[in-house]
């Protein structure tokens, strides 16, 4: 079929940068480390073209480093950083749910809530027994549907951006603290879904303080 070597190559390419992604949030390949395309293609024993692109991807997103000569490094954030994240992020989801809230969701969006809230309990099981690997992956797509109620993609792949790279920060002081860890980790997701299926705007806009503040609280004690 014409055209179906480029469809493979962009879902191997995919594939790639969606593996690449969950090793730096699983904190297996840390920030800092440097690998080439020809370590990441041996790895997966595929091209260099699609690795190559799917670093590419992954930088474009600021989650890694071009370094010139050497190849790919794992960005490294500071917590200057982490705190100019979650101001990005307050701003936007202050905005978009207290309007969710306020005008309510747009029609069709019952079975999407059926999700959320499912997400949401998964989300805050794993934060109350201190799973982090599993908590991140029910967060990030508690966070990308429950923005997608507002049926802007820009909002949804902003926030998802800005979200994943917040993981990318946080992860390895998490891990080195497993003591602290279940006080660390936010809980409130089924909350916020209440709140706005309830329309209430004065509880989302507390909650999603609540939310933002928790990980400057945090952060203040790094």
């Known amino acids: 079929?014409?055209?179906?070597?480029?469809?493979?190559?962009?879902?191997?390419?995919?594939?790639?940068?969606?593996?690449?992604?969950?090793?730096?949030?699983?904190?297996?390949?840390?920030?800092?480390?440097?690998?080439?395309?020809?370590?990441?293609?041996?790895?997966?024993?595929?091209?260099?073209?699609?690795?190559?692109?799917a670093l590419v991807d992954l930088s474009a997103q600021g989650l890694l480093e071009l370094v010139q000569h050497r190849g790919f490094?794992?960005?490294?954030?500071?917590?200057?950083?982490?705190?100019?994240?979650?101001?990005?992020?307050s701003l936007v989801v202050d905005g978009i749910f207290r309007r969710l809230a306020e005008c309510g969701a747009a029609r069709g969006t019952g079975e999407l809530l059926v999700s959320v809230r499912r997400r949401a309990e998964e989300a805050r099981r794993a934060a109350q027994s201190g799973s982090l690997e599993v908590l991140i992956g029910y967060d990030l797509r508690f966070w990308?549907?429950?923005?997608?109620?507002?049926?802007?993609?820009?909002?949804?792949e902003f926030l998802h951006r800005?979200?994943?790279?917040?993981?990318?920060?946080?992860?390895?002081?998490?891990q080195r603290d497993p003591e602290q860890l279940r006080a660390a980790l936010w809980d409130k997701h089924s909350d916020l879904v209440d709140a706005v299926t309830l329309a209430d705007a004065d509880a989302v806009r507390r909650i999603v303080h609540g939310y933002n503040q928790h990980g400057l609280d945090w952060a203040a004690g790094l």
Not at 16 to 39: C, M, N, S
Not at 73 to 89: C, H, N, Q
Not at 144 to 156: A, C, D, F, P, Q
């Open 1 to 53: 079929m014409p055209g179906s070597g480029a469809v493979t190559r962009n879902t191997l390419r995919q594939q790639i940068a969606d593996a690449l992604r969950d090793e730096v949030l699983a904190g297996r390949l840390p920030p800092g480390t440097e690998f080439t395309v020809k370590q990441i293609a041996e790895q997966y024993e595929v091209s260099a073209t699609p690795v190559r692109e």
């Open 73 to 89: 490094r794992v960005r490294i954030f500071s917590v200057d950083d982490f705190r100019g994240m979650i101001e990005a992020r």
């Open 144 to 156: 990308r549907e429950l923005s997608e109620l507002v049926g802007n993609t820009y909002i949804s």
């Open 162 to 174: 800005i979200r994943v790279q917040c993981w990318v920060f946080a992860v390895p002081h998490l």
